[in-house]
Every structure is written in C-alpha cells, then in structure tokens.
C-alpha cells in the first residue's frame, strides 16, 4: 500500500529536470570514510548507480512506459578557466578511482562543442551514464504498474505519524509489519521528523519547441542531458518534443523548513535561468519559454542519501537524494525489497545501507546556514569571474555540500 498526500508524482519525482544519471549527492571519498564503509564499498556503491540508469530504462521498455527515455549521457562544459581546471581536476580524481574513459572523459573544445555549442567553450567532460526522459509520464507509468500488479496507491491521503507498526493519515490508521518513509522534500510534515531533512527548492523553465534549424545549431543530437562546471548547478536537456528544459539552484530556504506552492514560483530565479541559457545560447534569444515550474527537494546535513529498514521497529526509510533522485530511488526500492525479505545481497551491502545523517540545526540557525550555503556558491561563480582563479568560498564550503 502506498499513501500519498497529493497525486502520485506530485513532489520532485514527477517535476523534476528528467535527468536519470548515475549521479550520487556525496562524494566517492565521502561514501569511503563512512562507517563501515571502505574504498571497494564505495567502488560498488557507484557502480550500483550506473547500473541503475540501465536498470531504470529496462523497467520502461519491459512496461510499455512512455517515459519519452534516451540514454545520450551528460555533456559538462567548461566556459571558464576555473571550470576547466575543474574538469580536468574531476577526471584526474576518476583515475585515481580506477574509474576509466568509459566511465567519464575529458573533452577538448572541439569535442565539447560538438555535444552543445555553447559560448566560451574551453573544454568539458562526458559521462554516458545519463538518460533523458519525462519524470511525469515515468512516475505516472510506474504507478499503473504498481496497480496492476495488486499494489494499492491511496492519494489524497496525507500521513501525520509514522510509528512501529502503522501510519498515521487524516482518514485513518493503516497497520502494516513494515513502514517506509519516502517524504523526502517533505518530510518536515511529520512532527518528529522537522529537522531530519531540509527542503531546497530547485526551479526549471522550459523553451517551446524548437525548429530542427535551431537544434542542428544547438547539437544534443544524441539528447545528451548538459551543465557546466560552475560552482551553482544548472542543468538541462533536449526533451523528445524538441523542447529546451534548463533548470537550477538559487532559490531561497524557507525559515522552519516550510513547503508552499507558491515557493515554487520565484520569478527572480526563473529570470536568472532564462539570462542564464541565453548567456550559454544566444541562438535562443527568439525562443518563447512556455513553462516556468519547481519544487522542493531533500538534502540530509552530511548530503549523504541512505536507504534502511530497522528489524526492531520495523521502520525503513529511503531519501536525502539532494535531487538526484530519479535513479537513485530505483536503488532504494530495489534495496528494500531485499531487506524487507530477509535478503542477505550485493545491494544491502552497500556504505548507504544502514547511513543515519545527523539531524539539521535549529533555527534560525538552520536558515541562516543554508541560506549563507546557497549564497556563496552563486558568490564563488562571481569570484571565478572576476579572479580567473577557483574560488576559495568554493572551497571552504566543499565540506559541506557533498565534497570531501
């Protein structure tokens, strides 16, 4: 039985940027020193990711899902020369990793540009670990499944309480051997979970379609998903509608963790994303955008995602996905799947398995520190600018944003 507040896909699983990727919130060095964890572990813990994007698109194609789905990988850019030190710096530490060409790949300007003909293209990196989709249509297909599969979804249905042995809703007490959290951005609804995780708004706009003219001056061809190696993340994709989705960080934390609809509308930050893509590609100065949407996601306070199920209580959970998400819970669920049955597998092996981040401040302190977080990252990018150097604000906040 799945209990859902809303729709399902209502949260960052159905609104996202359609990025599938192998993509982890920490760092390979940070899932290393974990407890318990080690080099190998970690090793495995991101091969289970890539694993994942594959996994994920098996599942459309076996279910007739029409997730609009195309593995074309990640194109990175670097557009200025901290950037491309970055790049280089990003696929130096692979090797060191024993991670190989297959896995992430420097690319000169030439090969950079024939991805995504951006601006100020210096050079770049590829990962093909990626795929494009429609989180909506993905979501909503998955559903179906569930359902036809004798799963029971009840929307509309808004849990207060999740204790040992039941689940507390507005309409209800539903008992059950195991309970899952999966709340992620939301999960400050349950009272004893209000610092647990932090809700950070991530916003996207979108382009109308594009004339064929205008994609063959673009590239994605193979509809690679892009962003760049600034310190503030933007991403965006070619979507199979031949639309231009580009999203970002930017928006404000809100004082107590508070989740409205009207937080996923901030219009300064969807001006910023639109200057953004037109700085990156001017041949869209003509382009109308017909879409303007966000939503908020999870963030632990070590940035560390975990998945786990306590025997004693019979509680689990999975979340803390700093919005990479789309894949990482197709792990999740396949991990709990096993650990709800007993299964001694690879994948309850894994440093995430088990993982309790420590809870955030409280406020104001909370506010005052993810909002001074979110401002010196977009700080460092102007710092990059004007010095031509790495930003040491970037630096000092590696830390604590998934870094070492």
């Known amino acids: 039985m799945v209990l859902e507040a809303e729709t399902a896909g209502f949260g960052a699983s159905g609104r996202n940027g359609g990025w599938c990727s192998a993509l982890f919130p920490a760092s390979l060095a940070k899932v290393a020193g974990l407890p318990g964890s080690s080099r190998p572990a970690a090793l495995a813990q991101h091969q289970a990711m890539r694993a994942t994007v594959d996994e994920v698109l098996s599942v459309v194609a076996q279910e007739g899902i029409d997730a609009r789905a195309r593995k074309g990988g990640t194109v990175a850019l670097a557009r200025t020369v901290s950037q491309w030190r970055r790049a280089q710096h990003e696929v130096e530490a692979a090797r060191a990793w024993g991670r190989g060409e297959d896995d992430v790949r420097l690319l000169d300007a030439d090969q950079a540009r024939s991805r995504l003909a951006a601006t ?101 061809q193979e509809r690679e998903t892009f962003t760049d190696h600034r310190n503030l993340i933007v991403y965006g994709q070619r979507t199979a509608d031949g639309r231009l989705v580009f999203g970002g960080r930017g928006a404000p934390y809100h004082f107590g963790s508070s989740v409205r609809p009207g937080y996923d509308r901030e219009e300064k930050v969807f001006a910023m994303l639109r200057a953004t893509l037109l700085d990156m590609l001017p041949v869209l100065a003509d382009a109308r955008f017909s879409h303007a949407w966000g939503g908020a996601l999870g963030v632990p306070r070590d940035w560390v995602a975990s998945v786990g199920l306590d025997r004693a209580t019979g509680l689990g959970w999975a979340g803390g996905y700093v919005g990479d998400g789309v894949g990482t819970t197709n792990l999740a669920g396949r991990t709990l799947r096993d650990l709800v049955l007993g299964r001694d597998t690879e994948l309850t092996r894994l440093p995430w398995v088990g993982h309790r981040s420590r809870r955030w401040e409280p406020e104001p302190l909370r506010w005052l520190g993810v909002n001074a977080g979110l401002r010196a990252m977009t700080f460092a990018d102007t710092e990059e600018r004007l010095t031509g150097r790495p930003s040491l604000v970037a630096r000092t906040m590696a830390p604590l944003v998934g870094g070492h």
């Open 120 to 220: 100020r293209v210096i050079g770049g990196t590829f990962t093909p670990d990626c795929a494009a989709l429609h989180p909506s249509r993905l979501v909503r297909g998955l559903a179906r499944v569930v359902e036809a599969r004798g799963g029971r979804i009840f929307e509309q249905t808004r849990v207060r309480a999740v204790e040992p042995g039941r689940a507390v809703t507005d309409h209800g007490t539903v008992r059950a051997e195991v309970v899952v959290r999966a709340t992620e951005g939301y999960t400050r609804s349950l009272e004893s979970m209000r610092r647990d995780v932090v809700p950070v708004y991530s916003l996207v706009v979108a382009t109308e379609p594009l004339p064929d003219t205008t994609w063959e001056r673009i590239g994605l």
